[in-house]
């Protein structure tokens, strides 16, 4: 127990946790929780920070064709190196892996800053994402070593805010700083945050040394699993965009997926260590947990970028204004995230949030679905408030319940999958609800008569739209609102396959402290 006793670098109390869980007073644990939110916020930011600097970077660097690939580098990189990392910290330690993500993040932020050109600055994005990877990850399994899950409710709030300030402030901090700074400082801006992020996780974070021997990484696992979901998310990016989905190279890459993943499943069956242990996938509880991981995954990604492009088409906000109206979901995310997650730590009940916060995320996205040219910023904010609620309830409680359902051994290959999951899910999200929001669109103009120029692209901005006649506004902003129907009626269909997943969920008892952890706290 002397490990254990030194966890967070605070003072602990023999406690009756089951063993494995170190034992932490409230107030270190507070502390390392600001340094893991930093390094959270770090990850978030980047992307919606970078997303609004990307025409200014195409005006300097040029390369207007390779755009795409600023996004697709990093995303590929994060979602491909998320499970090695998580795998990693499990034999290695998790700590010596955290801090090294962190440095590769801030190397690659600074490469980016420094690019001259747009081969450079993919390149870069790449490294960035690499590093990533490891943050997310990092965060949800120190969290599932220092705080036992009937705790870890009280820090759920915590996260969600840190969530809803990433979405709100992104956009706005980027476009401040690509304004008056210029784009580079877009990414140079980790740096302080990054700095402060890891001397606080030097200094003040504390875990048991793992003993015993070390295997051998498994490669060859890991290198297959890299190669199939490079391919799903180069599938998800590219279908119905760069190529149609019935395309030889979208076929191709399916192949290739398909075909890597069955191989790694085959290599995991036999590897000493393998990058994610299948044994997981028996406990029904981690199972329904991806599923229902994905699936939100799928819906929130889906509905941040539907609902600003409705709000600027159709309701006549501004990008800026757009990004604010989507306050009413992230507040009552936030607010359900931390209710639930108080009473998931004062009662050990859990089972009633991921079904609740399924019907809710249902329920609103079909009222969003019900959107026309008439709905008021009133009446969508209320819908809106309905699938914030939702995901609320679900957003953190997937890890909870899925970081419980394994051994400790296994808690960063568990928070590494649950997290690859709502990654793919995102990536599954964006892809089909876009296909399917363009096809829409397009179909609604070219009825209308919007004119093939206008019909050709299923997003235009404020300065385009306010170009078109008034006819053919008119009529884009009836195809958007039609586009935006049918993008979230399939969001609701699959809300109701997690809903499924959430009522076949078993009550298991959290773990938790006996009455030694109260004395801890009060350290």
């Known amino acids: 127990m002397s490990d254990l006793k030194k966890a967070a670098g605070g003072k602990a109390a023999v406690a009756d946790r089951p063993a494995g869980i170190p034992e932490t007073p409230q107030r270190s644990v507070r502390v390392v929780m600001l340094a893991l939110m930093i390094t959270m916020l770090l990850a978030m930011l980047d992307n919606l920070i970078v997303g609004t600097a990307m025409p200014t970077i195409v005006g300097d660097l040029g390369g207007l064709e390779h755009l795409s690939w600023v996004v697709t580098a990093y ?119 990054g700095a402060v992020a890891l001397a606080m996780v030097t200094v003040v974070l504390h875990l048991p040394k793992r003993k015993g021997a070390r295997a051998e990484v498994d490669y060859l696992g890991a290198g297959l699993l890299t190669l199939g979901i490079t391919a799903i998310v180069l599938v998800t990016t590219w279908g119905g965009t760069e190529y149609d989905w019935n395309s030889a190279v979208i076929m191709e890459l399916v192949a290739i997926g398909v075909v890597s993943l069955i191989g790694f499943l085959f290599v995991e069956t036999k590897a000493a260590e393998p990058i994610i242990p299948l044994h997981i996938f028996r406990n029904r509880n981690f199972t329904l947990m991806s599923v229902v991981g994905f699936m939100s995954g799928f819906v929130m990604f889906g509905a941040v970028l539907f609902l600003p492009l409705y709000q600027q088409s159709v309701q006549g906000a501004s990008a800026t204004n757009s990004g604010l109206l989507l306050l009413p979901m992230l507040l009552a995310m936030m607010v359900v995230s931390l209710i639930a997650g108080r009473v998931t730590t004062s009662t050990g009940k859990y089972k009633v949030f991921p079904v609740v916060g399924s019907v809710l995320m249902v329920t609103g996205l079909f009222l969003l679905s019900r959107m026309d040219v008439d709905t008021t910023r009133f009446t969508s904010g209320v819908y809106m408030a309905v699938l914030g609620a939702g995901m609320g309830f679900l957003m953190q409680i997937t890890m909870l319940v899925a970081q419980n359902s394994v051994e400790m051994k296994d808690m960063g290959v568990a928070s590494s999958a649950t997290t690859l999951f709502r990654t793919l899910g995102s990536s599954f999200g964006v892809a089909i609800m876009g296909a399917l929001f363009t096809g829409r669109v397009q179909d609604e103009m070219a009825a209308r008569g919007g004119g093939a120029a206008t019909a050709k692209s299923a997003q235009l901005d404020a300065a385009s739209l306010a170009k078109l006649p008034e006819a053919a506004r008119e009529a884009y902003q009836f195809a958007v609102s039609s586009g935006t129907h049918i993008a979230f009626l399939v969001g609701a269909s699959v809300g109701l396959v997690a809903l499924i997943a959430s009522v076949f969920v078993k009550e298991v008892p959290l773990r938790g402290a006996g009455p030694a952890t109260k004395q801890a706290e009060a350290v």
């Open 75 to 193: 995303t590929l990189a994060t979602a491909a190196s998320t499970p090695i990392w998580g795998k990693l910290g499990d034999l290695y330690g998790r700590k010596g892996i955290f801090l090294t993500s962190i440095v590769i993040f801030l190397i690659g932020s600074v490469l980016s800053g420094m690019a001259q050109d747009m081969g450079q600055l993919i390149g870069f994005r790449a490294v960035q994402g690499l590093g990533a990877g490891g943050l997310m990850v990092g965060v949800m399994a120190i969290i599932g070593d220092l705080v036992p899950p009937r705790e870890r409710g009280k820090y759920q709030g915590m996260m969600a805010g840190v969530m809803a300030i990433a979405m709100i402030g992104g956009p706005l901090v980027g476009g401040t700083i690509t304004d008056h700074l210029g784009w580079r400082w877009s990414f140079y801006i980790n740096l302080p945050l």
